[in-house]
């Protein structure tokens, strides 16, 4: 039940993990399954680029290309970048809003599980009859028609992990509305704690039509049903209207809690309080308002009509003003402000320039005449990819660094981080920018090759070098890691030292009760505040007492577990499509199912009650003994 | 308990005060029940008399829906009392979305 270092062998370390409800082992739980799909779409990335390298290339052929690109964009959306935030709202958000855990612990666990089980089924597709292949979006008029099981793995998992995503949502709402310590009013949250709960919301709102849409052709390619197919009377736009009106939320999901990570990194290294404060959480909730308002841009070519193109392109040109509200407070912020350069404040500053080029590509196409020429062109690649790595990765790699002392106690090298990010940074912009004009120049995206004499040649050998570079930097970024911790060099509580919110009050890695008491929030950026005041700790909001904890839980795996191996039943059902069904189809289903539903009949029955850490343990632990 | 409440002057006032808002809200509660009640009759009424044209019985029959909506969420679900600012924010957002989602289904798709 501990969280110090107490040497311990290596199964208990595992069973720990296996049944923690502790949120800050869930972040690292988050942050290492995370990493390993982010470094997998890294794999399927690069494959790609060697494949366009130069044209008539046959490194893979045309089946394997549309399964790595599909695979790519997958995995890279909701088994990595989601993963990885989550793993920081997990580690910090509790912490920034003076709570102990989050409102439902067990919940918790049970999302990261469940997503941890439908990434596992989708890449086991790999090794089981080859990989989805209709790309990330799925169109149904072209998933339907797909040979093999791949399209099964993509349903059946993102249902899977689908779940977890919203249920991790629902449970961060939760925490948000009802765990802020006393005196942490809504107008004071941190804005990384504001954007984690708009971008919750943004999840439970947004996922309910995945699911739908996922389940519905699920349904017509496993059980007979005909809803997406035309020939029966189906239709098969609705999958792409159920399809965005998740997937464009879906990118403020990931973007917003990325903002949210910049919004902290830029105020503590310009040692400065964050400019317009008040319109950063305005913009953020118009954001997500508006997120939900455009997601038929991505169909203008679809043939909606003009006064939908126009509505819908509108809409979207109008979430350009929330957003550039956010740019120029993070500019102003940084005006006159004693900035420190540290290696996730060179993330951010490369962040601005970079995110404003994808925003800009955006309003472009935006404009629905003009869509219909870089519509499915590379101009489209270029632009979602300055997006989500000019926003979302950067935030990501500029949060491994700047929360790296607080989740794991140690921190990143500085000198392999500034190469990093240098070399990231150029490979970047080497790979996308330069796609820009391949697009322009009429090279169609998801091909898997081109022909020579076009003028695409160096265009793509170019992206090709960048792709490398950026490798290069995620290897740099790993050997960081391994050193880090081996070197094993404990730092104290603000490692930082211009840490401005609460978790920087308490040790690095914080103790597993995180408060010892409750404190008081008597302002934003509660920290900075006490430190001003020449404090050495928050002011605590409550007596010394006994704390209640949550006991830790085998459940949420078995639950999840049950979901897996139903997948396989649903998959190899009698009456699928592929036509390969299995007499052993229906009980395994039937035996997955009864695994997740006795699973969580046995939590619905049995009582637990938690335990207390005693304040005599507490007071204990003040002077050098450990709880645990 | 009981005893308490009776000697201390506060409490009893507090008591009084609240016996009497709950009979007042119990008094609209019923009045809301037999109104929701009389709503359903009539969407019935409209259908089975069999006179009007459907162009007028379904937006008839949804804005009665709409109304008995109301009806259950500030009378049944305290939705306008204190402390339920929230939920309703979420509550608004989403029919707000899902409002979106339908007119655009039933404009663009199924035209």
Redesign the interface.
């Known amino acids: 039940m501990s969280s110090v270092a107490v040497k311990k062998g290596l199964g208990a370390s595992v069973w720990e993990y296996l049944t923690t409800v502790d949120h800050k082992k869930i972040a690292h739980l988050y942050l290492g399954t995370g990493g390993f799909f982010f470094l997998l779409g890294g794999i399927e990335a690069l494959f790609i680029r060697i494949q366009l390298m130069k044209p008539n290339n046959n490194f893979v052929n045309e089946q394997l290309f549309n399964e790595i690109m599909t695979m790519h964009g997958t995995t890279m959306i909701f088994l990595a970048a989601m993963p990885i935030l989550f793993a920081f709202m997990n580690a910090v958000v509790p912490i920034q809003i003076g709570a102990r855990d989050v409102a439902f612990p067990f919940l918790n666990a049970l999302g990261f599980w469940l997503f941890f089980f439908g990434g596992m089924f989708l890449n086991l597709s790999w090794f089981l009859g080859g990989a989805p292949d209709a790309g990330w979006t799925s169109y149904a008029s072209l998933s339907l028609r797909s040979e093999g099981h791949g399209i099964d793995f993509y349903t059946l998992g993102l249902q899977i992990s689908g779940f977890g995503t919203l249920i991790s949502g629902i449970n961060f709402l939760a925490t948000i509305i009802n765990m802020r310590a006393p005196g942490m009013s809504f107008m004071r949250m941190p804005l990384f704690t504001w954007t984690t709960f708009i971008a919750s919301a943004l999840i439970l709102l947004a996922f309910p039509p995945l699911t739908i849409g996922v389940f519905l052709l699920m349904f017509d390619r496993l059980f007979g049903s005909n809803f997406f197919d035309v020939t029966m009377g189906g239709n098969t736009i609705i999958w792409e209207h159920f399809f965005w009106i998740f997937g464009h939320p879906e990118v403020y999901i990931l973007v917003l809690p990325a903002f949210g990570i910049f919004s902290e990194i830029i105020p503590t290294f310009s040692r400065k309080r964050l400019f317009g404060y008040s319109s950063m959480v305005f913009a953020t909730v118009l954001i997500g308002f508006l997120g939900f308002m455009v997601w038929a841009h991505h169909m203008f070519t679809t043939g909606l009509g003009n006064v939908a193109n126009a509505i819908f392109a509108i809409a979207t040109m109008a979430i350009a003003v929330p957003t550039g509200i956010k740019i120029f407070n993070w500019l102003l912020t940084m005006w006159g402000g004693s900035i420190k350069i540290t290696v996730p404040m060179l993330y951010a500053l490369g962040f601005i320039p970079s995110f404003v080029i994808g925003g800009v590509t955006g309003v472009m196409q935006a404009v629905a005449p003009l869509d219909y020429q870089l519509h499915d062109t590379y101009f489209i690649v270029a632009h979602f990819h300055y997006v989500i790595i000019g926003g979302v990765v950067f935030g990501i790699l500029a949060a491994t660094h700047f929360y790296w002392p607080k989740m794991f106690g140690t921190k990143l090298s500085e000198k392999m981080g500034y190469v990093t990010f240098t070399l990231f940074f150029i490979g970047f912009h080497c790979t996308f920018f330069i796609q820009h004009f391949l697009g322009l120049m009429g090279m169609p995206r998801r091909v898997a090759t081109f022909l020579p004499g076009q003028g695409l040649e160096l265009g793509n050998l170019i992206s090709s070098i960048g792709a490398m570079l950026m490798a290069v930097a995620v290897i740099i970024l790993l050997f960081n890691v391994v050193i880090t911790s081996i070197r094993n060099k404990k730092v104290g509580a603000d490692p930082w030292e211009d840490g401005r919110t609460m978790e920087w009050a308490i040790a690095s890695p914080p103790p597993f009760y995180n408060f010892k008491q409750t404190p008081l929030v008597r302002g934003l950026d509660t920290w900075w505040l006490e430190k001003m005041e020449g404090k050495k700790e928050l002011t605590p909001a409550e007596p010394l007492g006994d704390i209640h904890m949550p006991n830790n839980s085998i459940i949420p795996f078995f639950i999840s577990l049950g979901l897996f191996v139903a997948a396989f039943g649903a998959m190899y059902n009698p009456l699928n499509s592929v036509g390969d069904g299995k007499s052993w189809g229906l009980p395994v289903l039937i035996i997955g199912l009864g695994i997740t539903f006795g699973s969580m009949l046995i939590r619905s029955l049995r009582d637990d009650f938690g335990y207390h850490i005693h304040k005599e343990d507490l007071l204990e632990d003040d002077k050098g003994g450990k709880v645990g | 308990m009981e005893n308490e409440q009776v000697k201390n002057p506060n409490l009893r006032a507090h008591h009084d005060y609240r016996r009497k808002k709950s009979a007042k809200e119990m008094q609209v509660q019923v009045i809301t029940f037999a109104l929701m009640i009389f709503l359903t009759i009539v969407a019935f009424i409209a259908v089975g008399i069999g006179d009007f044209s459907v162009k007028f019985i379904i937006p008839f029959i949804l804005l009665l829906a709409v109304i008995q909506v109301g009806f259950q969420l500030y009378y049944f679900m305290h939705a306008s009392q204190k402390g339920h600012e929230?939920p309703m924010f979420?509550m608004y957002?989403?029919v707000?979305?899902a409002f979106?989602?339908v007119l655009?289904?039933v404009?663009?798709?199924?035209?």
Do not use: D, R
């Not at chain 2, 404009?107 to 035209?111: D, K, L, P």
């Open positions: 929230l979420f957002s989403a707000i979305i979106v989602t655009a289904f404009t663009i798709i199924w035209w």
